[in-house]
């Protein structure tokens, strides 16, 4: 009789492969532990030809280093918190592309957090950004995240992006002229021939405040300070939804509307469209911050541009540069708008017959391209 077949062991789980250690790479470069660890930390008195040997032993064994660990020995984690005040804003990609590779440059980890606009999490979040000991934090945002002068300490220095911030300890502010920019807005309207010309705002904050400011003094300056009309609104598209529909129904509406941000703007073509006119036959519209949403080809925004490449370099520049001993420099930059003039603006429509025409004006293209004009 044949012997009964035996069954097969079970098959337990794969046993993880040992990841490989400082000691691993010792032994395969035939040096010391205390050299790799020199090597490796990037430590100038490490001969090239023993370092390179170092690295190419470590590949070989498919090394990582121990971040946390590396940071605890060395007394510093070379990592530093973003806070992102609202993730919805177009504006917050862009500028937070260009902090990234500028920390990256200069060998910097980033740690990223969103707020969402509301104060709990916003105190939550800075708390979180400490708890992994970052050694600075850039904000990005039209206002201060609450519970920032708390945070924000001589062990933990700031840079603020898009909000002018004077007087707070530790912080350095960088944002554009928001009166300028208003100006400029208003300056390409009323050489358009608008005079008619609304201001949908975003609120209480610093940016909402000076672009408001901007837009009522080059509104006096072109004399036309009888047709100054301020429409409360807010720095999201449901905001500029609900004041573009308030201004739209009165008597004697606007014919051409400025609104505090390129996302307010796009509430506000919806509302123009919803009441059946058209932009920019009935109504001009201009936004404010120059993303990379206002010049997409279907939507063609009118803006005031922030140079958002430059302001996210030079604050994480800024703050890199802090960290490494340098003096901090003045404790608020502002930058200088561009006005970028796209297919949402036109003269008026009484001006259509015997004025300029739609795309004639002053630095616009009739082919729907792009105008650059500066503060």
């Given at each position: ?5 035996t069954?097969p062991?079970?098959r ?10 400082i ?6 470069a ?7 660890s ?5 430590a ?39 806070f992102?005040?609202d993730?919805?804003?177009?504006i917050?990609?862009d500028l ?20 969402d606009?509301?104060?709990a999490?916003?105190r939550a ?5 400490l708890?992994f ?9 039209h ?17 603020v ?31 358009l ?19 408001r400011?901007g ?20 720095f ?14 009165g ?31 009935d ?12 010049g997409?080809?279907a ?6 541009a ?7 370099t ?19 930059t ?26 004639r ?5 009739t ?9």
């Amino acid at each position: 009789m044949p012997p009964a077949a035996t069954a097969p062991a079970p098959r337990g789980p794969t046993p993880k492969t040992p990841r490989p250690t400082i000691r691993d790479i010792a032994a395969r470069a035939g040096v010391s532990k205390s050299l790799v660890s020199l090597a490796l930390g990037g430590a100038p008195r490490v001969a090239p030809g023993t370092r390179q040997a170092i690295l190419d032993a470590a590949e070989e064994l498919g090394y990582r280093r121990n971040a946390a660990a590396q940071a605890l020995g060395a007394h510093r984690t070379r990592t530093i918190g973003v806070f992102v005040l609202d993730l919805h804003n177009p504006i917050t990609a862009d500028l937070l592309q260009a902090v990234q590779a500028e920390a990256r440059r200069r060998d910097y980890r980033t740690i990223v957090v969103v707020g969402d606009e509301d104060a709990a999490a916003e105190r939550a979040e800075l708390e979180k950004l400490l708890e992994f000991r970052v050694e600075g934090i850039i904000a990005l945002g039209h206002r201060l995240p609450d519970g920032a002068r708390e945070a924000f300490t001589a062990d933990c220095p700031a840079v603020v992006i898009g909000s002018q911030q004077e007087g707070v300890p530790h912080l350095v502010s960088m944002s554009n002229d928001d009166v300028a920019g208003a100006s400029l807005a208003v300056d390409h309207l009323v050489a358009l021939g608008h005079e008619r010309i609304a201001h949908i705002d975003g609120g209480s904050s610093a940016v909402a405040r000076d672009r408001r400011r901007g837009y009522r003094a080059a509104m006096r300056r072109h004399g036309l300070a009888e047709h100054i009309t301020v429409v409360k609104g807010s720095f999201t598209d449901e905001g500029g939804y609900r004041g573009a529909s308030q201004v739209l129904a009165g008597s004697d509406p606007p014919t051409a509307l400025f609104v505090v941000n390129d996302l307010a703007a796009l509430g506000v073509l919806a509302a123009v469209a919803d009441r059946g006119l058209a932009v920019p036959g009935d109504v001009s519209v201009i936004g404010y911050d120059g993303t990379r949403m206002a010049g997409l080809r279907a939507l063609g925004l009118t803006t005031v541009a922030q140079p958002l490449d430059e302001l996210g370099t030079r604050a994480a520049a800024l703050l890199c540069g802090r960290l490494e001993g340098e003096p901090p420099g003045s404790p608020v930059t502002r930058l200088t708008p561009t006005l970028v003039v796209r297919r949402t603006t036109a003269p008026p429509a009484s001006r259509h017959p015997g004025g300029p025409g739609p795309g004639r004006g002053r630095g616009v293209t009739t082919s729907g391209g792009t105008a650059r004009l500066k503060a």
